[in-house]
C-alpha cells in the first residue's frame, strides 16, 4: 500500500521555466511534509517542508503547496536551473510518529 | 560540519554470505536512522534509533538483519545469511531534534548475487 505517491516518474524542463513536482497520499494522519532531493551516488538532502496548518511555504526559488482536502501537494521551482536535474522525493511524518514515508521518487532534468 | 559517513559504498556478495554496513551519523546527532532503498522506490525505514536504544525496529526482518549502536554513536547493519532480494541502496540518516531534518550519507550499494 504505497501511502505517499508521486505519479510522473520524469519531468523535463527547460531552464528558467518553472518545474512542478506533484504527490499525492492517502493517510489523512500525515501531518507534516518534506521534499528531498537526490543526486546520483549521494543520499538524499532536505529542501523543503511544510506542515499541514499551512498551505504554502517558500524558500527561495522553492516554493511547496498542501492542498490538504486534496490530498496533494506540489513543489514548484522558479525559475529552474541546470543544477536542479536530481531525484525529488516527496515524504511524510504522522502525528508523533518519527517515521518518514517516501514516495517513489519524480526524476527532472532541466535542458538548456 | 563533516556529514554523515557510511562505508562501504559498494559491496557485491554473493547470496548465503554475511555482511554489514557500518554508519557515523554527525557529531551530536542522537537519532540515527537505517533505511532501504529499491531500485525506483523511495527510503524504507528499517530501524531508528535514540541514543543507543532501538525504538522502531517493526520493519527489520528479524531473521536475517541485526543492527547496533554501541555507545551512542556509530552504528553497523548486518545481513546474514543476504538473500538476493536484499540488493538495494542501505542509507544511514541522523537527526539533531525529531525527524523533521533527516541528513543522509552516501549510501551502501549491495549486490547480491
Known amino acids: 500500500d504505497q501511502q505517499v505517491k508521486q505519479n510522473s516518474p520524469s519531468l523535463s524542463v527547460q531552464e528558467g521555466r518553472i518545474s512542478i513536482l506533484n504527490c499525492d497520499y492517502t493517510?489523512?494522519?500525515?501531518?507534516?511534509f518534506l521534499w528531498y532531493k537526490k543526486y546520483p551516488a549521494e543520499g538524499p538532502t532536505f529542501l523543503i517542508s511544510?506542515?499541514?496548518?499551512?498551505d504554502k511555504n517558500e524558500d527561495g526559488r522553492f516554493t511547496v503547496f498542501l492542498n490538504k482536502s486534496a490530498k496533494h501537494l506540489s513543489l514548484h521551482i522558479v525559475p529552474s536551473q541546470p543544477g536542479d536535474s536530481a531525484v525529488y522525493f516527496c515524504?511524510?511524518?504522522?502525528?508523533?510518529?518519527?517515521?518518514?514515508?517516501f514516495g517513489t521518487g519524480t526524476r527532472l532534468q532541466v535542458t538548456l | 560540519e563533516a556529514g554523515v559517513v557510511q562505508s562501504p559504498r559498494y559491496k557485491i556478495i554473493e547470496k548465503k554470505q554475511p555482511v554489514a554496513f557500518w554508519c557515523n551519523p554527525i557529531s551530536g546527532h542522537n537519532t540515527l536512522y537505517w533505511y532501504r532503498q529499491n531500485l525506483g522506490q523511495g527510503p524504507e525505514l528499517l530501524i531508528r534509533?535514540?541514543?543507543?536504544?532501538?525504538?522502531?525496529d517493526s520493519q527489520l526482518p528479524k531473521d536475517r538483519f541485526s543492527a547496533e549502536r554501541l555507545k551512542g554513536v556509530d552504528s553497523t547493519l548486518k545481513i546474514q545469511p543476504a538473500e538476493l532480494g536484499d540488493s538495494a541502496v542501505y542509507l544511514c540518516?541522523?537527526?539533531?531534534?525529531?525527524?523533521?531534518?533527516?541528513?543522509f550519507g552516501p549510501g551502501t550499494r549491495l549486490t547480491v548475487t
Open positions: 534509533y535514540e541514543n543507543e536504544e532501538a525504538v522502531d
Open positions: 511544510i506542515s499541514s496548518i499551512k
Open positions: 540518516a541522523s537527526s539533531l531534534v525529531g525527524p523533521y531534518e533527516q541528513y
Open positions: 493517510n489523512s494522519m500525515f501531518d507534516y
Open positions: 515524504a511524510a511524518l504522522e502525528g508523533t510518529a518519527s517515521k518518514l514515508t
